[in-house]
C-alpha cells in the first residue's frame, strides 16, 4: 500500500526496522495508560510488530496499522490503525509518542484514516472507544466531527484493571474533510 498523506504526517507500513521507535511508543507507560494494553518490553514489541508487519502482506488484512511520521522524516512518532468491522463499519485507533504531543499529528493521522476508511475502504460508520479520562484524544474526536453515543462499561482490561470507555462515532455524509 502506498504512503497515505496528510498535512503534518505521512502514515505509511511498517517494517521490522521500526522496532526501537515503536518501542519507544508502545513501551512508554506515558502512552499506554490511554491505550487498551500495557506498556510492552522490548520482546512483546518486537512480536507485535513483526504481527503487524505479517498482516500487512496478506491479500485480505484484518486491519490497516499504519506508522505515523513527518513528511521530513521517516522516524515512526506514532501509529494509527482502522479495522473494519462488518460489511460497513470500522474501528478508528492512534498514538503518539509522548514527546511529540500538541502538535496535531493525531488529528491529522486520524483525518487521513478516515478519508482512507469512507473513500477507498468504502465504510459508512467510523467509531472510536477512548478511555474517559483521555482529554486528548476525545478533543481529536469531537474536532473531525464525531459524535458520542455512550459509555462501554469495563471495556477493556489494561494496566491492572477493568476500563470502561467512551464510544464516538461518525457517518460517511458527516465527515467534511
Do not use: C
Request: proline letters at 4%; glycine letters at 8%.
Amino acid at each position: 500500500m502506498d504512503p497515505l498523506t496528510g498535512d503534518v504526517t505521512v502514515l505509511r507500513e511498517f517494517r521490522t526496522t521500526d522496532l526501537d521507535d515503536y518501542l519507544a511508543i508502545a513501551g512508554d507507560d506515558r502512552v499506554t495508560t490511554w491505550m487498551a494494553f500495557d506498556s510492552y518490553d522490548r520482546a512483546k514489541a518486537e512480536q507485535t510488530l513483526a504481527g503487524i508487519v505479517e498482516r500487512s502482506a496478506q491479500p485480505d488484512r484484518p486491519d490497516y496499522m499504519l506508522a505515523v511520521t513527518r513528511p521530513d522524516d521517516d522516524r515512526v512518532i506514532g501509529f494509527a490503525r482502522i479495522a473494519p468491522s462488518g460489511a460497513w463499519a470500522a474501528k478508528l485507533g492512534y498514538a503518539i509518542g509522548a514527546d511529540h504531543w500538541g502538535h496535531g499529528y493525531a488529528t491529522d493521522a486520524a483525518r487521513v484514516l478516515l478519508r482512507f476508511a469512507f473513500g477507498p475502504l468504502e465504510r459508512h460508520r467510523v467509531t472510536a472507544a477512548i478511555g474517559p479520562e483521555n482529554a486528548a484524544s476525545v478533543a481529536v474526536v469531537k474536532r473531525l466531527g464525531f459524535t458520542y453515543e455512550g459509555q462501554l462499561r469495563q471495556h477493556v482490561f489494561t494496566n491492572g484493571a477493568w476500563r470502561d470507555s467512551l464510544l464516538y462515532s461518525i457517518l460517511r455524509q458527516e465527515f467534511t474533510d
